[in-house]
Nanobody, 122 residues
Framework: QVQLVESGGGLVQPGGSLRLSCGMS????????VAWFRQAPGKEREEISC????????SYADSVKGRFTISRDNAKNTVYLEMNALKHEDTAVYSC???????????????WGQGTEVTVST
């Protein structure tokens, strides 16, 4: 069974940076696509980035493009989300998710982490 565990959330000032990690256990990460989602209070969940385990392609929502970078270290079974120039509106619970092995981004996401909270505030 695939398990995903996020870490790295916390309180950061506007303009600051954080790096989130999504660790996979149960299976090798190599051929899994992994997406990052976030859900702010009172808002719908939003997919903000994905890295394909099929093509290596990365994608970003317009709201984070140019500020966030997704990457993966298959040897560590971990996907990262580097977040820079953080804004108040980036405050949310961030979760990672994966579809089944060999499936690309935006296929139905089967496996989900529990989430890590990011608060951008002075």
């Amino acid at each position: 069974q695939v398990q995903l565990v996020e870490s790295g959330g916390g309180l950061v000032q506007p303009g600051g940076s954080l790096r989130l990690s999504c660790g996979m256990s149960g299976f090798p990460l190599l051929y899994y696509s992994v997406a990052w989602f976030r859900q702010a209070p009172g808002k719908e969940r939003e997919e903000i980035s994905c890295i394909s385990g099929v093509t290596g392609h990365t994608s970003y929502a317009d709201s984070v493009k140019g500020r966030f970078t997704i990457s993966r270290d298959n040897a560590k079974n971990t996907v990262y989300l580097e977040m820079n120039a953080l804004k108040h509106e980036d405050t949310a619970v961030y979760s990672c998710a994966a579809p089944g092995e060999y499936k690309d981004c935006r296929m139905p996401y089967t496996f989900w982490g529990q989430g890590t909270e990011v608060t951008v505030s002075t």
